[in-house]
């Protein structure tokens, strides 16, 4: 089993930046892609970014492309997305994932279904 616990959530005004991070424990020694997803109240959960095992592979939704940044180190067992530009619409609950799938660990998806593991979230809230 793998544990993901997100932290760095929280209340910033539009324009702001929020650094989230996402601290995996338990059966790591695999190699693993990381996700971040996101859910807005009222609405379907949503991707936002994910990157490989190597981190030499990465994809973004088109709504934070060029504002987050996502990035992880392997030693510390850590994935990090960077967000930057904030805007009201950002405002969700931002959860990590993690896949051990060989195929998604070499080449990061958008599917949810991808992943199996998750964390419980935390909470992002941008004000105009």
């Known amino acids: 089993q793998v544990q993901l616990v997100e932290s760095g959530g929280g209340l910033v005004q539009a324009g702001g930046s929020l650094r989230l991070s996402c601290a995996a424990s338990?059966?790591?020694?695999?190699?693993?892609?990381m996700a971040w997803f996101r859910q807005a109240p009222g609405k379907e959960r949503e991707f936002v970014a994910a990157i490989s095992w190597t981190g030499l592979s990465t994809v973004y939704s088109g709504s934070v492309k060029g504002r987050f940044t996502i990035s992880r180190n392997n030693a510390q067992k850590t994935g990090n997305l960077e967000m930057n530009r904030l805007e009201p619409e950002d405002t969700a609950l931002y959860s990590c994932?993690?896949?051990?799938?060989?195929?998604?660990?070499?080449?990061?998806?958008?599917?949810?279904?991808?992943?199996?593991?998750w964390g419980q979230g935390t909470q992002v809230t941008v004000s105009s």
């Open positions: 338990g059966r790591t020694s695999s190699n693993y892609a």
């Open positions: 994932a993690a896949s051990f799938r060989t195929s998604v660990a070499s080449t990061p998806r958008a599917d949810p279904s991808e992943y199996a593991y």
